[in-house]
């Protein structure tokens, strides 16, 4: 059934269901981001629900989504001043989609329509995807381009790291600037860390030694160890990771108390604290005067900024990653169908590991009661390449059809079901139709997995899933081509090549038994058709020869072939065919030029065997975008209100058409010729 048709039932059902859809979404939206949605009321958020799914079951209706594009173009920017992430907003997008495919499975009985329904949807969700992806991917660059002008006014604001960029060398630079503010002095900047407990040492200078920086490295600034007190107040234990580190531990709260060591608090903009800098003179007896306090102070405004603008690129940039990652996979689903299955396999593990930063990735596909590895990328990666479903970790989590964060790998899974090389692990469902296919693992994220990787990795988790099924249909449509391929050459040898060398038997057999009798006369005429037998039936190999692979289309492209073509049914036929060239000719995609040049001979083919056609013409137009081909004759044509649906080749121009998801048209009057115009679209 024609996609648009699909969708048109899919919005008939969808609307049909439509109040109870909205509530469900909304209760979805206030229990899964309350954050987002406190300040509205379950009636407000219904009503802006209730607007989105009509808007949503139009496109259906209309078969475009220029409206949904502009709608996202108008709230993006607003969601992005209020702070919704990236991840968010695609996770409204996946809960919108689940709603609605199950208000079409409440109106419509189970089925082959419903579930073509519901696959028409699944991949109208991939482009809806694409334009929330692009609309905020291309917000975030506005962002983060506003947030580096920023970063330039901020840092000029300071004179002394005006030429530093880099977060890490404005931090070392401004503990240089601050070292400098005291007479030999020293500047240890202590900073938050997700690796570490505590505060660590990011940023120094002005130290004696290498020996004595090596020591600062094993001090944390934690909940307990020796208490000390910052300027201001704020109080801190002093903890040790080594014995370097605990020499300077047991140091540093005698310097303080001698005043020629102070810390000071690096607050946020919103009095969350960042960190602290630890300052201090190596001068025998010296003491930090109040002045010089003051002017540390300031400098800290400026350390605290480039910490909340260095969070804020980070950030804009893993949402930036996170956009290009799901984009690169709806790309490869949507713009290469004939991409091979191990390569999609390769493609996810890879993204999967980039967007979360994990060192190895693997696919375990379910086959019967076990998941088997598919592939895998990086390291480490599952020692066993079988697991049974009913007795192992994964296959648990595969029946749970929930994302699990595995913090401690080596206690969590048997050891005979891991590398001893894993530490953290994500494990993602992979769910197809609602049903679990398989499972995503992405291993060894430094500092560990958290709650925004397994959001992320879920809604690519259904990207990926999409582009596997897809990759496999794919490959089923090429088995059953190969297979009505062989069915054709084995009809086509059958009627022409075989009859003809049944005919030259039999007309051997009389030849030589004309000869046996005396009538040599006889026998010579016999032979001399024998021979033109002979030589027809090599005509025809020929021509199935050429048509499992034309060496013209390698050498001399679509057009070289197509003539080629032609020129050998005018010999054959005697039918009058020409040939039409618009536009700059140039090479186009192998696959591509192959399945244009088989609708060509299939139209040519039904000109000559169905049409008993006198004349016929093939136009290629070749333009920036796209490149159309029509084949027109003059044969007998049939109604075009009975078009028929197989025969004739009209089933595999059809297929081949798809194929290429190129726009075919058919014009046919009966007693007045056939036209078959196909238009591809292409890139240069």
């Not at 799901?326 to 999609?344: C, F, G, S, W, Y």
Request: with cysteine.
């Amino acid at each position: 059934m024609d996609n648009k048709i699909l969708l048109q039932k899919a919005a008939a059902a969808i609307r049909a269901q439509k109040q109870s859809a909205t509530m469900q979404l909304a209760e979805m939206f206030l229990e899964r981001q309350p954050q987002w949605h406190k300040n509205e009321s379950c009636t407000e958020l219904a009503a802006h629900i209730s607007h989105f799914i009509e808007l949503i079951c139009d496109c259906m209706h209309d078969s475009t989504l220029a409206p949904l594009a502009r709608f996202f173009s108008s709230a993006a920017l607003e969601k992005v001043k209020r702070g919704i992430q990236l991840s968010d907003v695609l996770e409204s997008v996946m809960l919108g989609k689940l709603c609605l495919s199950t208000a079409i499975m409440r109106e419509l009985p189970s089925g082959e329509e419903r579930d073509a329904i519901l696959t028409a949807v699944e991949l109208l969700y991939i482009d809806i995807n694409k334009i929330t992806g692009e609309k905020y991917s291309e917000l975030l660059t506005q962002q983060r381009n506003a947030e580096h002008e920023r970063t330039k006014l901020l840092l000029e604001a300071t004179r002394s790291i005006t030429n530093f960029t880099d977060s890490q060398a404005a931090l070392d630079h401004l503990a240089r600037v601050i070292s400098e503010t005291l007479s030999q002095g020293f500047c240890i900047i202590f900073l938050r860390t997700g690796g570490t407990k505590g505060l660590s040492p990011l940023a120094s200078w002005g130290h004696e030694s290498e020996g004595y920086q090596r020591c600062f490295d094993g001090v944390r600034l934690c909940t307990k160890g020796n208490t000390i007190t910052a300027i201001g107040g704020k109080t801190f234990g002093l903890c040790s990771l080594n014995s370097e580190g605990f020499a300077v531990a047991q140091d540093i709260p005698k310097q303080i108390n001698s005043e020629s060591m102070a810390m000071f608090p690096i607050y946020s903009s919103t009095n969350c604290l960042h960190g602290i800098a630890m300052v201090g003179s190596a001068t025998p007896d010296y003491v930090i005067a109040p002045k010089q306090k003051e002017l540390i102070e300031g400098i800290l405004h400026t350390v605290s900024a480039t910490v909340e603008l260095a969070a804020s690129v980070k950030e804009k940039e893993r949402q930036l990653k996170e956009s290009e990652s799901l984009r690169r996979v709806a790309n490869l689903l949507l713009q290469h169908p004939e991409t091979k299955i191990h390569d999609v396999h390769t493609v996810i593990c890879d993204e999967a590991r980039s967007i979360v930063q994990g060192t190895g990735s693997s696919i375990l596909l379910k086959e019967g009661d076990y998941l088997h590895h598919s592939c895998g990328t990086g390291t480490p990666q599952p020692p066993i390449s079988t697991f049974p479903i009913a007795t192992t970790k994964y296959g648990q989590i595969l029946q749970q059809r929930k994302a699990v964060i595995i913090k401690d790998a080596q206690k969590e899974i048997p050891e005979d079901q891991r590398s001893n090389l894993v530490q953290a692990m994500l494990v993602v469902p992979l769910i197809e139709c609602g049903n679990p296919i398989g499972l995503l693992l992405i291993s060894n994220k430094e500092n560990g997995f958290d709650f925004i990787d397994k959001n992320i990795m879920e809604l690519f988790a259904g990207q990926a899933t999409l582009a596997l099924r897809n990759v496999t249909l794919a490959e089923q449509s090429d088995k059953l081509v190969v297979a009505e391929e062989r069915q054709r050459l084995g009809r086509e040898l059958h009627d022409s090549v075989t009859q003809a060398l049944y005919a030259v038997t039999l007309c051997a057999d009389a030849a030589s038994r004309s000869m046996a009798l005396g009538k040599e006369k006889v026998a010579t005429e016999q032979l001399h058709a024998l021979r033109g037998m002979a030589q027809q039936a090599m005509r025809d190999m020929r021509s199935l020869i050429f048509d499992l692979h034309p060496p013209e289309l390698e050498n001399e492209g679509l057009v070289g072939a197509i003539q080629a073509r032609m020129n050998s049914v005018e010999i054959r036929s005697g039918l009058n065919a020409k040939m039409f060239v618009n536009g700059e000719e140039r090479r186009l995609a192998h696959s591509t030029e192959e399945e244009m040049f088989r609708i060509a001979i299939e139209a040519l083919s039904n000109a000559t065997k169905h049409s008993h056609a006198n004349n016929v013409s093939v136009t290629i137009t070749y333009e920036p975008e796209l490149v159309s081909m029509s084949i027109k004759d003059d044969g007998k044509g049939f109604a075009i209100e009975q078009l028929p649906t197989g025969g004739m080749g009209l089933r595999n121009i059809r297929e081949r058409a798809n194929k290429l998801h190129a726009t075919l048209s058919i014009d046919s009057t009966e007693n007045d010729g056939t036209t078959i115009c196909v238009v591809v679209p292409v890139t240069r």
